[in-house]
């Protein structure tokens, strides 16, 4: 149950205040991503994969919290991705997949239907597969085939292990052809982001960027938009602010947004409590930079408020990181003023469940 405004505004973002409705420490897996980065990579390495030419270039097949490791890894490569590099997260893969395609199948638990649809396609398609998982099913099928697996630690809930997705997705990358070694650039970012979790942290300032943006979106229904590079991450924060705040969130593109979803903010208040989150990067285009200023000010009656955030770093995998940290950070710090325990996401188990169990396909709904 949320908690009522006058319940939290004054409600301190600190380690204790935190630890007690983060009760499984949600917390502690969010500022391990430059530890998960570094471990990711050991582990990337010690599988000691040799490199193979798909110049189909890679489709990285996921859902969820595994799936976002392929868009994150795509977003990084920017123009160093030699080859088409694509996140698919349906049961099937693109109609243009080929022997000549590899296929990263990525599932944290290794038992997502989706994905397990994926690996069986792409085997009948003779495209080159590897697999990312911590076990599970697909784990069982990879090895009775042959398929090699990149590991990833376990005991996380799988959005919390984003490191590892996102440094399996580059790996496979670079074996297949498609992007360059990027070990370099991941090290130097995990080292960036130590400084950025001791700013953003629980133990830092309570008006911190982080904390304040909380405070801000809290009570709103938080809309995010990206543009190129911060796109994807647009769409984790969004996820991120469903699955740990319980929140719903929506997420949007620039420069489209500006030829639709712009008017829709005429009425939003009629509608509900919405705030439009800009995520902007050194990179973003000029006239994309001019776009978001407008766009701010022409639906900033519609909006309880408009926040701009900036990446923070020199390179793609710096900046990429740093607003995946910042939003991990906040949806967090959203969900302890709601007063929910980050972690636990029932309402996905039970679909889950009642999918396996057959309870919930078509023609079994009771009217
Ligand atoms: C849960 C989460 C979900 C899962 C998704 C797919 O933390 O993020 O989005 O990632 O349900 O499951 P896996 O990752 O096990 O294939």
Not at 34 to 57: I, M, T, Y
Not at 111 to 119: G, K, V
Not at 169 to 193: F, K, Q, T, Y
Request: proline share 6%; net charge negative.
């Amino acid at each position: 149950m949320a908690a009522s405004p006058s319940e939290t505004t004054d409600l301190r973002l600190d380690p204790e205040t935190i630890a007690a409705v983060d009760a499984s420490d949600m917390l502690g897996d969010i500022v391990g991503l430059p530890e998960h980065l570094r471990d990711a990579l050991w582990k990337v390495e010690s599988a000691n994969l040799q490199p193979w030419d798909s110049p189909g270039g890679l489709v990285v097949a996921g859902m969820g919290g595994s799936a976002v490791g392929g868009a994150l890894a795509r977003a990084m490569l920017g123009d160093h991705a030699s080859r088409p590099i694509f996140a698919s997260r349906t049961y099937g893969l693109p109609a243009w997949t080929t022997p000549d395609t590899t296929v990263l199948c990525a599932s944290y638990s290794g038992d997502t239907e989706e994905t397990l649809a994926c690996y069986e396609a792409a085997g009948a398609l003779g495209a080159t597969r590897v697999a990312v998982t911590s076990g599970g099913k697909l784990a069982e099928l990879a090895r009775a085939d042959g398929v090699p697996v990149l590991p990833v630690a376990g005991g996380f809930q799988p959005r919390a292990a984003v490191a590892y997705m996102t440094v399996a997705a580059l790996e496979a990358a670079r074996l297949c052809g498609a992007g360059p070694r990027m070990g370099a650039e991941i090290d130097v970012a995990a080292d960036h982001l130590e400084q950025l979790v001791v700013e953003w942290g629980a133990e830092g300032a309570e008006d911190s960027e982080a904390k304040t943006l909380a405070r801000a979106l809290y009570e709103s229904v938080p809309v995010i938009a990206g543009a190129g590079l911060t796109s994807p991450i647009a769409y984790r924060w969004k996820t991120q602010f469903n699955e740990n705040a319980k929140m719903p969130a929506f997420t949007h593109e620039l420069p489209e947004l500006c030829h639709n979803e712009v008017v829709g903010w005429n009425d939003a208040p009629a509608l509900g409590r919405f705030a439009a989150v800009f995520l902007d990067d050194s990179d973003t285009h000029p006239r994309i930079k001019e776009r978001i200023a407008l766009t701010r000010e022409l639906i900033g009656d519609g909006a309880t408020g408009t926040h701009l955030v900036q990446s923070r770093g020199n390179t793609a995998v710096e900046r990429v990181l740093s607003l995946v940290l910042l939003g991990d950070l906040v949806s967090l710090y959203a969900a302890v003023l709601r007063g929910s325990d980050p972690t636990p996401v029932d309402v996905i188990d039970t679909l889950k469940r009642r999918l396996a169990s057959g309870s919930g396909g078509p023609g079994r709904h009771q009217p």
